[in-house]
C-alpha cells in the first residue's frame, strides 16, 4: 500500500500528458482532486488490514524501502488537506488552461516526493525524495514567468543547491562510516562511532541542509520573498506543507530514528528554535505585506515545532508533531484568504487596505479563526500544541525557554490582531467600494480548514488519545 502513493500519481501524470487531445486537460483537475482525497482518507482511517503492515519493504533494482508509521500517517494527512487546498486555489486563481494544466501536473510530482520523503526508509532514497520535492518547487514558484516570481525563484534554487550540497557530502560521509544507507544500519553505526568528528560533522552538515530547507534562522532569508513572490497556489501549498515536510518533518525523522538525541542536537534543536520564534514574531511586526507578514509567522511557528522536538521527551515530540499538524492547517487557511483578498483588490499591501470584513464577510471571519489558533488562544487547535510544547520545555528544565515560548505568542497576537485590523476591521478603504466576496468553491475551502481548527481544539481530548498517545506509549 505505501508504495501505490508513488505509483498512482506516478502512473496519473504519464497518462494525463498522453497526446490525447483535451480530454486530459479537462480531466487534470478530477484526477488530482480524487488522488488527494483519497490520500487524506487512507491517512484519517489507517486500518491495518489497508495498509497490509506497518512496516512494508518494497525491494527494487535501487533496493528502496517504504514503510508508515503514526508519525507517516499525521503527514501524509497533512499534505494531502494542503495539496487539495492547493489544487481548488490554483483552479480558482490561475486563469490560463495550459498554465493550470501543468499546475496540477506539477502538484502531482510535488505530492510524489513528499509522500516519498515521508515513506523512504534510507538516508539516500531519502536524498533522492527531497530534490524531487524542491525542484518541483522551483517551477512552481517560477510557474508565472513573471519577474518578481523568478526572483523568488532564483532566491530558493540557490539556496536549495547549498543544502543539496550539504546533505549529498552527509550522505557521502555516512557512507563512508556505516557501509549502508538504511536508517537502522546508519543509527547502529553512527552510535558505535558516536564519538567520531566525522560522524559529527555529516549529522551537523546534514542538519544544517534542513534547517535551510525549512527556513531557520540564521538560514531564513530566502523564505519571505519566495512566499509573497509566488503564485497565490504556490503559496499555500509552500508555507503550509512543503518547507515543513522537506525541513522539520525530515529533522523530526531523522533525529528519531537516526542520529538519537545528544545533548548537543538538543542543545541546538532549542537554541535555533527560540531564535527563530523571536526573531520571526518580532520581523512580523514590521510587515506592510499580508504575505510577507504571514511568511514571518511561519519562520516563528515552526521555531515552536523545533523547540519541542528538541526537549528530546515524548511529550515534546508529541507537541512537535501536533504543531505540525496545526501549522499546516491553519496557515495554510491564512495564505487563502491573502490569495482571495489579492484575487478581489489586486493587492496584498496592508496599507491600501481596510474594512473589508464588510464586503468579505467569510474570509474576514475565516481568518479571525486562523490567526486566532496561531496565537495560540483556546480552545482552538493552536492553543492544545503550543500548550504541550510549552509543558515539555517547563518539565525538562527549560523553564526560560517556555517563558520566552508564551511570550512570543503575545506578540504573535499583536502582529496578527494589526493584520486583521489593517485588512479586515475598521473603514472599508477608498476604491474598495465594489469588492465582493469570493465565489463559493473558493470560500467553502477556507470555511473547512477553519472548522478542521475549530474541531481539532475542541475535541482535543479525543483526536489526542486517537492519533498521539502512540508516540508516548
Known amino acids: 500500500m505505501p508504495s501505490l502513493l508513488i505509483l498512482l500519481p506516478l502512473i496519473g501524470v504519464i497518462i494525463l500528458n498522453l497526446p490525447l487531445g483535451n480530454i486530459m486537460r479537462r480531466s487534470a483537475f478530477v ?197 509573497s513572490k509566488a503564485p497565490s497556489a504556490v503559496s499555500v501549498l509552500l508555507a503550509g506543507i512543503v518547507t515543513k515536510v522537506s525541513g522539520i518533518y525530515t529533522l523530526i525523522r531523522l533525529i528519531t530514528s537516526v542520529f538519537g538525541f545528544t545533548e548537543n542536537i538538543k542543545a541546538v534543536l532549542i537554541l535555533v528554535g527560540i531564535i527563530s520564534i523571536l526573531f520571526g514574531a518580532f520581523a512580523a511586526l514590521t510587515q506592510n505585506n499580508f504575505k510577507r507578514m504571514l511568511a514571518y509567522s511561519s519562520i516563528s511557528q515552526v521555531g515552536y515545532i ?64 486562523g490567526f486566532l489558533s496561531t496565537s495560540g488562544i483556546p480552545p482552538l487547535a493552536g492553543f492544545w500544541s503550543k500548550l504541550v510544547i510549552i509543558m515539555a520545555l517547563w518539565l525538562s528544565g527549560y523553564r526560560a525557554y517556555a517563558v520566552i515560548a508564551v511570550m512570543a505568542s503575545v506578540l504573535t497576537l499583536a502582529y496578527l490582531l494589526m493584520m486583521q485590523r489593517k485588512v479586515f476591521f475598521g473603514k472599508l478603504a477608498p476604491g474598495l467600494e465594489d469588492t465582493k466576496e469570493v465565489s463559493p468553491g473558493f470560500a467553502a475551502v477556507a470555511i473547512a480548514l477553519a472548522l478542521i481548527t475549530v474541531g481539532v481544539g475542541v475535541f482535543f481530548p479525543v483526536i489526542f488519545n486517537v492519533y498521539f498517545t502512540q508516540f508516548i506509549r
Open 31 to 227: 484526477f488530482a482532486f480524487g488522488l488527494f482525497l483519497i490520500q487524506i482518507a487512507l491517512a484519517m482511517f489507517h486500518y491495518p488490514g489497508l495498509w497490509a503492515s506497518r512496516l512494508h519493504a518494497v525491494d527494487t533494482f535501487f533496493k528502496v524501502t517504504f514503510a508508515v508509521d503514526h508519525l507517516s500517517f499525521i503527514v501524509l494527512l497533512s499534505i494531502g488537506i494542503v495539496s487539495l487546498t492547493s489544487l481548488i486555489v490554483g483552479r480558482q486563481t490561475i486563469k490560463d488552461e495550459s498554465e493550470r494544466f501543468n499546475f496540477i501536473n506539477l502538484l502531482i510530482i510535488i505530492s510524489i516526493g513528499m509522500c516519498g520523503i515521508v515513506m523512504v526508509r534510507d538516508i539516500f532514497s531519502l536524498y533522492v525524495f527531497l530534490e524531487v520535492a524542491a525542484v518541483s518547487a522551483f517551477i512552481l514558484i517560477a510557474l508565472e514567468r513573471e519577474r518578481r516570481a523568478l526572483e523568488g525563484a532564483f532566491k530558493y534554487i540557490l539556496m536549495s543547491a547549498v543544502a543539496t550540497v550539504m546533505m549529498l557530502s552527509s550522505v557521502a560521509l555516512i557512507i563512508m562510516v556505516a557501509g549502508d544507507t538504511s536508517f537502522a544500519a546508519v543509527r547502529q553505526a553512527l552510535f558505535i562511532s558516536r564519538g567520531s568528528f566525522i560522524v559529527k560533522f555529516a549529522v551537523g552538515l546534514f542538519m544544517c541542509g534542513l534547517f535551510i530547507k525549512g527556513g531557520l534562522v540564521p538560514f531564513h532569508g530566502w523564505l519571505p520573498d519566495v512566499y
Open 306 to 369: 523545533l523547540a519541542g522536538l528538541g526537549t528530546g521527551t515524548p511529550l515534546g515530540i508529541v507537541g512537535a508533531v501536533f504543531h505540525f499538524f496545526n501549522h499546516a492547517v491553519f496557515k495554510s487557511l491564512l495564505f487563502v484568504n491573502s490569495a482571495a483578498v489579492e484575487k478581489k483588490t489586486g493587492t496584498v499591501d496592508m496599507d491600501e487596505l481596510g474594512g473589508l470584513s464588510e464586503k468579505m464577510p467569510v474570509t474576514g471571519a475565516t481568518s479571525l479563526v
